[in-house]
Antibody
Framework: QVQLVESGGRVVQPGGSLRLSCAAS????????MHWVRQAPGKGLEWVALISYDESDNNNADSVKGRFTISRDNSKNTLYLQMNSLRDEDTAVYYCARDDILTGRMDVWGQGTTVTVSS | QSALTQPPSASGSPGQAVTISCTGTSSDVGGYNYVSWYQQHPGKAPKLTIYEVTKRPSGVPDRFSGSKSGNTASLTVSGLQAEDEADYYC??????????FGTGTKVTVL
């Protein structure tokens, strides 16, 4: 079945780095754009980053610009989020979601992976 | 990249209708027909409920409908059911490969 599974979340110290992964299965990953969306404890959803199906387009939210990098490996059906210079406010559940043509139609979501930034 | 504005809460009795607003600007909600709505139950991932302002994904009941006027989009849930109690978030394309979510609305079925 169509599925996204995130991994890589853990406790990390402020200033540290982390790479999240999102493994896709059950659909043609290489034909879909992808997003990362996060949700801090008890807070709302926040869009983090997007990447087009062929990596020709990508962008980040201002809150993570210069620190987070989205990438993908279509040969491995996997999406990544490289997170550097982590701050307390980056503590959140991170979800990956697919989008067919970058219209914000995020129709499949993973279960989320938890990142905790704490000393 | 300011969050879209939603009321914190909304409520209705079973069978009634509830409408949630999502207010942005001419640079996001008002500028594009790429407004989506997501339902999120506690501890679960969000679920796409409406996309491109008015379209329903397959499997979403026709009790859910979307609309837009100017810089404000709306989600209406008609014939409220107990399982509709959840948090609802709007989202809009904001140009330049940027998206923005709303502040979220907790819907309570009385």
């Amino acid at each position: 079945q169509v599925q996204l599974v995130e991994s890589g979340g853990r406790v990390v110290q402020p200033g540290g780095s982390l790479r999240l992964s999102c493994a896709a299965s059950g659909f043609s990953f290489r034909t879909y754009a992808m997003h990362w969306v996060r949700q801090a404890p008890g807070k709302g959803l926040e869009w983090v980053a997007l990447i087009s199906y062929d990596e020709s387009d990508n962008n980040n939210a201002d809150s993570v610009k210069g620190r987070f990098t989205i990438s993908r490996d279509n040969s491995k059906n996997t999406l990544y989020l490289q997170m550097n210079s982590l701050r307390d406010e980056d503590t959140a559940v991170y979800y990956c979601a697919r989008d067919d043509i970058l219209t914000g139609r995020m129709d499949v979501w993973g279960q989320g992976t938890t990142v905790t930034v704490s000393s | 990249q300011s969050a879209l504005t939603q009321p914190p809460s909304a409520s209705g009795s079973p069978g009634q209708a509830v409408t949630i607003s999502c207010t942005g600007t001419s640079s996001d909600v008002g500028g594009y027909n790429y407004v989506s709505w997501y339902q999120q139950h506690p501890g679960k991932a969000p679920k796409l409920t409406i996309y491109e302002v008015t379209k329903r994904p397959s499997g979403v009941p026709d009790r859910f409908s979307g609309s837009k006027s100017g810089n404000t989009a709306s989600l209406t849930v008609s014939g409220l059911q107990a399982e509709d109690e959840a948090d609802y978030y709007c989202s809009s394309y904001a140009g330049g490969n940027i998206f923005v979510f709303g502040t979220g609305t907790k819907v309570t079925v009385l």
